[in-house]
């Protein structure tokens, strides 16, 4: 049998042999090499550099190629790190929370109550139409409504609801946490639609046949079934957030922290190794993170 | 085991929007009794199982359980358990939790309802899969699954909507007889959605041909077979030929036709219904025989297109006296004996017995 492929290839080699041919071996690799580059020269290779440059020295001008580790000490024994760790893992816990719950319903409402596919699609993208313009301007338009004499409080205090403004709307862990939920809904909905359209229809009637309620229908059919979704959502979301800079600057004004934001600014101090150190844990972190959720929830059918 | 009860369909009606799918059909279906809805896609067979199943809202008329009306009722309350076409069996529960759903919907303690589950799992020898999921079992065995979920409820009747229609034909053929076995050992009232004649035959004692939302006939296989009610069902019914012509005498016993261009046939007049000057009659193919009728208007001659080889016997497609694609079913011996091929031109005869008058729906 190999013989005879072998032969046979031969001869249809000989039979072209004035056209210019590459080995398979070639071609394979050639297909294969515009993936790599991208991946090696925007994520492999930047990955490496922020490793090594975390173990050089620097003072208040220039980095110094070197192997030491106080860059890992200082970040980790600060006080200033932790609290600002707990509070990322604060904001992020509580983002979580709030997207997976409205974009639980979100998607529930669009698959399962909406009738039509042309329905479904016209609602899912007037979901994606908040996205159609950048972060920051999103971001800075909460400003007038939120602000000391924004829209809610004017309308709150018009109403003879409260005498005086409340203050915590704006420039508050409030604040943050309002807008990254704004921000950041989409990313729970997609998926979690996705996976609730893959249900079944007649699971449901299964389980109304064998006399669920329709809460019970929730909890023992649809909630088990959109776990997978859920999953991808919350990697989503846990990963904007834990990186996210410019949100907390913003709309805490700067009275609250985050770890992205501490990295911004060593940098600007030019403390380069010390920002590479805090990013190659914030990195570890994350992905024990992700780690720990693939290891709950099995998302390898929604690949 | 369980009772059963009795199903009283009295002129439900289905209307999605502007089309109907099920015309004021009534139906009385005994208690356990294995009754087969057949007709072919959209004739709304599925539509009236569930109504009776409650998934489907019934747009007028009423369905009767035994003594109590169920027209407005939950599917749960009704004392029916749906089997679905495709199983529908919850892909992250194992076996257990899925036969044990609906108790635990009930609230029974985990350690009843999986006791339950397990004999249930047992009844269909699948105890030893009780820890896996569906998707890790054959067709087969997840139709046993579904099976098992359905009568834990103890249900007074079972609602199967094409139940064998996912599995291969020899699976297919097996899963039949156990259908018919668990039936007549648990004694309750089964009503099985089919496209297949044959399986309807196979199972059923009282099947119900449909058709475009109506009932065309509610009978027992045998009474369907031999006396198909309208040229409808002794289409669908296969096995017989449909000749549709003008009547042009009809006595107290006697029926005469003639077909457009073609001959004159004859049938026994059985008082058909809505018969007026048009009328079908319908021919066994297995009772036709070749050589010259001993009456006049008991065949025809016409010229063989066809001839299949089947085994056992051997089918004859037939030509002539106005009537388009006779079949004739010969047994191998008697077509051997004497062949015929493409082209040639057979007398074909039967006896009067044989043919049956067909009666039309009213609209």
């Not at chain 1, 669009?110 to 979901?127: D, K, N, S, W």
């Not at chain 1, 920002?275 to 290891?295: D, E, F, H, S, T």
Request: hydrophobic share 50%; net charge neutral.
């Amino acid at each position: 049998m190999a013989t005879m492929t072998s032969s046979e290839t031969g001869k249809a080699e000989g039979g072209r042999a004035k056209g210019f041919r590459l080995s398979p071996v070639l071609i394979s690799y050639l297909q294969a090499a515009p993936l790599t580059l991208i991946l090696g020269g925007f994520l492999l290779i930047p990955i490496l550099m922020t490793g090594i440059v975390s173990f050089w020295d620097y003072d208040f001008a220039q980095m110094y190629p070197d192997f030491v580790t106080f860059n890992y000490t200082e970040t980790l024994g600060s006080w200033v790190t932790w609290k600002t760790y707990l509070n990322t893992l604060k904001f992020a816990f509580l983002v979580w929370a709030v997207t997976l719950f409205i974009g639980f319903w979100v998607a529930y409402f669009l698959a399962f109550h909406i009738r039509t596919t042309a329905m479904q699609m016209v609602l899912f993208l007037v979901c994606t139409v908040p996205f159609l313009t950048s972060n920051i301007i999103r971001m800075i338009s909460w400003i007038p409504v939120l602000g000391r004499n924004g829209l809610v409080n004017s309308a709150l205090t018009n109403a003879g609801i409260v005498s005086e403004p409340v203050e915590w709307l704006l420039y508050s862990d409030f604040a943050v946490v309002l807008a990254m939920v704004h921000l950041y809904t989409l990313f729970m909905v997609t998926p979690i639609f996705n996976t609730l359209m893959r249900i079944d229809k007649t699971l449901v009637e299964a389980a109304r046949d064998a006399g669920a309620s329709g809460w019970q229908v929730l909890t023992n059919v649809i909630i088990p079934l959109a776990k997978p979704g859920m999953a991808i959502g919350t990697i989503f979301v846990v990963t904007l957030v834990m990186a996210d800079f410019s949100t907390v600057q913003v709309m805490s004004g700067g009275q609250s922290a985050s770890v992205a934001l501490m990295m911004k600014n060593q940098m600007s101090l030019l403390q380069y190794p010390a920002a590479a150190a805090n990013a190659v844990v914030l990195l570890v972190l994350v992905l024990l993170m992700v780690a720990g959720i693939l290891r709950i929830v099995d998302i390898r059918k929604e690949l | 085991m369980s009772k059963a009860a009795q199903i009283d369909i009295a002129s439900v009606s289905k209307i999605y929007g502007t089309t109907t799918a099920v015309h004021a059909i009534s139906l009385k279906i005994p208690a356990g009794t294995y009754c087969c809805l057949l007709g072919p896609s959209g004739c709304g067979k599925t539509s009236t199982l569930r109504m009776i199943a409650g998934h489907e809202s019934i747009s007028s008329g009423d369905i009767r359980l035994g003594n109590a009306v169920v027209t407005d009722l939950p599917p749960a309350r009704r004392g029916t358990a749906m089997m679905f076409q495709s199983y529908a069996l919850f892909p992250h529960l194992d076996l257990v939790d899925n036969v044990a759903f609906s108790l635990k919907m009930k609230g029974v303690s985990k350690d009843e309802r999986h006791a339950k589950a397990l004999d249930m799992l047992k009844l269909m020898q699948l105890e030893a899969y009780a820890t896996r999921r569906p998707a890790q079992l054959s067709g087969g065995q997840q139709q046993r699954v579904a099976l098992a979920r359905a009568l834990i409820t103890d249900p007074e009747a079972l609602l199967l909507d094409e139940p064998l229609s996912a599995l291969d034909p020899f699976l297919k053929i097996r899963m039949r007889a156990e259908l018919k076995k668990l039936q007549t050992s648990l004694g309750i009232t089964f009503v099985h959605v089919t496209h297949s004649q044959e399986e309807a035959m196979a199972l059923a004692d009282l099947i119900v041909v449909m058709n475009d939302g109506r009932i065309e006939q509610a009978a027992h296989p045998r009474m369907v077979f031999e006396r198909p009610a309208t040229a409808f069902v002794a289409r669908f019914m296969g096995d017989h030929n449909v000749i549709s012509g003008r009547v042009i005498e009809s006595s107290e016993n006697m029926l005469k036709l003639s077909v457009p261009a073609g001959g004159e046939f004859l049938a026994t007049n059985t008082g058909a219904a809505g018969l007026t000057d048009s009328a079908d009659i319908a021919v066994r193919t297995d009772r036709v025989r070749i050589g010259e009728p001993s009456e006049k208007g008991l065949g025809f001659t016409g010229s063989v297109t066809n001839v299949e080889y089947r085994g056992s016997s051997v089918k004859l497609s037939v030509n002539g006296a106005g009537v388009e694609d006779f079949t004739a079913i010969l047994s191998d011996t008697a077509f051997f004996a004497n062949r015929v091929k493409v082209g040639e031109a057979i007398p074909l005869c039967w006896n009067r017995e044989d043919v049956v008058v067909l009666g039309r729906l009213k609209h």
